[in-house]
T-cell receptor
Framework: DAGVTQSPTHLIKTRGQQVTLRCSPKSGHDTVSWYQQALGQGPQFIFQYYEEEERQRGNFPDRFSGHQFPNYSSELNVNALLLGDSALYLC??????????FGDGTRLSIL | AQKVTQAQTEISVVEKEDVTLDCVYETRDTTYYLFWYKQPPSGELVFLIRRNSFDEQNEISGRYSWNFQKSTSSFNFTITASQVVDSAVYFCALSFSGNTGKLIFGQGTTLQVKP
């Protein structure tokens, strides 16, 4: 039973570029959440998708956007990258009433 | 304000010692959920436990135990007879929508267990 898978594992971009991160939820899960974890910090909630719609959003600018596909997989897009966007991006999937399961994350470095 | 505070940044113990990780939360809501997650070097957050605000019973699972006290807004985590494999970053988190809602994490406590 595959858990939450994220791609790519690592990514290096330069300021001003755009990036897309991908997440496949655990089998049977229909809700996907994205978190940003800066070095030495706890994860911060970006947004959550359910039924292909953004249901909740954290305190992140509009440069951060997402999408959920009919197969429940999800993408996180970040435009106009800033140095401060360097972080580990974690995807979590869940099914109502069940705990969130996290992937290993994508480590994004901005030069 | 809704906030989780883990005042201990790093803890170092010798194998077989008991260790307690502290978690203090702030909320004005009466219904909420508290979690502990473990983050090994691989990066994946591993779910350990969830408690809801109406259930103050302490819980024990093998070497792990949790002490939830609403009077002090604390949800502490104790590892008995620690092992090297327990070395990781541990996060306490708060949610208002059961298991699937937005999680508010603390800063994390890095636990190092030395052989």
């Amino acid at each position: 039973d595959a858990g939450v898978t994220q791609s790519p594992t690592h990514l290096i971009k330069t300021r001003g570029q755009q990036v897309t991160l991908r997440c496949s939820p655990k089998s049977g899960h229909d809700t996907v959440s994205w978190y940003q974890q800066a070095l030495g910090q706890g994860p911060q909630f970006i947004f959550q998708y359910y039924e292909e719609e953004e249901r909740q959003r954290g305190n992140f600018p509009d440069r951060f956007s997402g999408h959920q596909f009919p197969n429940y997989s999800s993408e996180l897009n970040v435009n106009a990258l800033l140095l401060g966007d360097s972080a580990l991006y974690l995807c979590a999937s869940s099914l109502k009433g069940q705990p969130q399961h996290f992937g290993d994350g994508t480590r994004l470095s901005i030069l | 304000a809704q906030k989780v505070t883990q005042a201990q940044t790093e803890i170092s113990v010798v194998e077989k010692e008991d260790v307690t990780l502290d978690c203090v939360y702030e909320t004005r809501d009466t219904t909420y959920y508290l979690f502990w997650y473990k983050q090994p070097p691989s990066g994946e957050l591993v779910f350990l436990i969830r408690r809801n605000s109406f259930d103050e019973q302490n819980e024990i699972s093998g070497r792990y135990s949790w002490n939830f006290q609403k009077s002090t807004s604390s949800f502490n985590f104790t590892i008995t007879a620690s092992q090297v494999v327990d070395s990781a970053v541990y996060f306490c988190a708060l949610s208002f929508s059961g298991n699937t809602g937005k999680l508010i994490f603390g800063q994390g406590t890095t636990l190092q267990v030395k052989p």
